[in-house]
């Protein structure tokens, strides 16, 4: 069963960045397609972005294209979402989620195709 360690969260201002990292240990990933979600307060759970296991297949929604970077270490056995030019509207819990499917190029922003996920790490952008 994997489980995972979000972590990276925390306060930052308008404009700021932050790295997010999710890492299951005992386990490579290498195997998975990693995505990372976020839900914040009152909103539903939105797909951020996605990396196929792979690493040939990537996915930003639109909301961060342009500001954020899925990657993966696979010596480190981690995957990282680097979130440049945050807004407060990025303020929300984020977590990751992993799924072993059968393309090693496929990977998708639909939380429901996902069998595993993380608790979360808190991003909060305000002045």
């Known amino acids: 069963q994997l489980q995972f360690v979000e972590s990276g969260g925390g306060l930052v201002q308008p404009g700021g960045s932050l790295r997010l990292s999710c890492a299951a240990p005992?386990?490579?990933?290498?195997?998975?397609?990693i995505a990372w979600f976020r839900q914040a307060p009152g909103k539903e759970h939105e797909g951020v972005s996605c990396i196929s296991s792979s690493d040939n297949t990537v996915y930003y929604a639109d909301s961060v294209k342009g500001r954020f970077t899925i990657s993966r270490d696979s010596a480190k056995k981690t995957v990282y979402l680097q979130m440049n030019s945050l807004k407060p509207e990025d303020t929300a819990v984020y977590y990751c989620?992993?799924?072993?499917?059968?393309?090693?190029?496929?990977?998708?922003?639909?939380?429901?195709?996902?069998?595993?996920r993380g608790q979360g790490t808190q991003v909060t952008v305000a002045a």
């Open positions: 989620a992993a799924q072993s499917f059968t393309s090693d190029h496929y990977c998708t922003g639909v939380k429901a195709e996902y069998d595993y």
């Open positions: 005992g386990f490579t990933l290498e195997a998975y397609a």
